[in-house]
């Protein structure tokens, strides 16, 4: 797993992990639904193409977790995986995804924790170690 929940007195933050930054996003991603529901249970039947810029790192994490809480909410929209590449070009920073899940279905998907949004709170992106390494904090 790319992500581990930690401690946090309000909120819900997680330590997320990836030998790359595509896989970095796919575990912020993953962490996103896992917080919604239980993300094993969401299945691959819908996808959709996502592109987004930003001008750091740190922005682009926000905006892509926040762009995926975007779709759970107005199509109901679960992200089980994605297939993502992330660049840096012309002094920007951009994450080209296609993201794999299926509508929020109350039978099969138990709620647990309702997410507001991705926050800058405590957020870093590093590279150490010869891996990716970032921590998120939702504000539910």
């Known amino acids: 797993m790319g992500y581990t929940f ?3 007195t309000a909120d819900v933050a997680a330590d997320l992990t990836g030998a ?3 896989q970095l996003f796919v575990s912020a991603a993953q962490a996103l639904t896992d917080t919604i529901t239980d993300r ?3 299945r691959h039947t819908t996808s959709i ?7 750091t790192l740190e922005d682009l994490l926000v905006d892509w977790l926040n762009e995926l809480l975007y779709q759970f909410e107005v199509r109901s929209l679960l992200t089980a995986d994605a297939e ?14 296609t993201v794999h899940g299926e ?3 109350p039978a099969r ?6 997410i507001k949004s991705a926050t800058y709170y405590g957020l870093h992106v590093e590279q150490q170690d010869g ?3 970032a921590r998120i904090v939702f504000d539910i």
């Open 20 to 22: 790359t930054l595509a």
């Open 40 to 42: 094993l249970q969401v």
């Open 6 to 8: 930690i401690d946090h």
């Open 84 to 97: 993502v590449a992330v660049v840096h070009e012309h002094g920007k920073w951009r994450v080209s995804a």
């Open 109 to 114: 998907h138990t709620p647990r924790v309702m």
């Open 131 to 133: 891996e990716w390494r």
């Open 49 to 55: 193409a996502l592109t987004l810029e930003a001008a």
């Open 103 to 105: 509508p929020f279905d």
